[in-house]
């Protein structure tokens, strides 16, 4: 059975960081390529990054592109994602992705398995 764990979400004032791990177990990450989603009370899950594989490929979101920053160590099978300057816009439940395919991709629909999310809040 596969399972991703996010970890490392929490309160934070705007303007600090967080950074949000993303654990698998059941199957190895080393040619997946992995996203993280957010939904936001009321709104829909949105993209934040991706990642493809090897690490070499990343895209992101305009909304955080510049202060966010999605990496992987395939050794240990987890997914990070670096978040600083955060701002209470990005206050929501942040969702760790893994595919069957390898390259990165922003489509939440394909990816085949998903965490349980971390809760984010930024304080003003």
């Known amino acids: 059975q596969v399972q991703l764990v996010e970890s490392g979400g929490g309160l934070v004032q705007a303007g600090g960081s967080l950074r949000l791990s993303c654990t698998v177990s059941?199957?190895?990450?080393?040619?997946?390529?992995m996203g993280w989603f957010r939904q936001a009370p009321g709104k829909e899950r949105e993209f934040v990054a991706t990642?493809?594989?090897?690490?070499?490929?990343?895209y992101y979101a305009d909304s955080v592109k510049g202060r966010f920053t999605v990496s992987r160590d395939n050794a240990k099978n987890t997914v990070f994602l670096q978040m600083n300057s955060l701002k209470p816009e990005d206050s929501a439940v942040y969702y760790c992705a893994a595919r069957s395919g390898s390259a990165a991709s922003t489509g939440s629909t394909s990816y085949n398995y998903w965490g349980q999310g971390t809760q984010v809040t930024v304080s003003s």
């Open positions: 990642i493809n594989w090897s690490g070499s490929s990343t």
């Open positions: 059941g199957r190895s990450i080393s040619t997946s390529g």
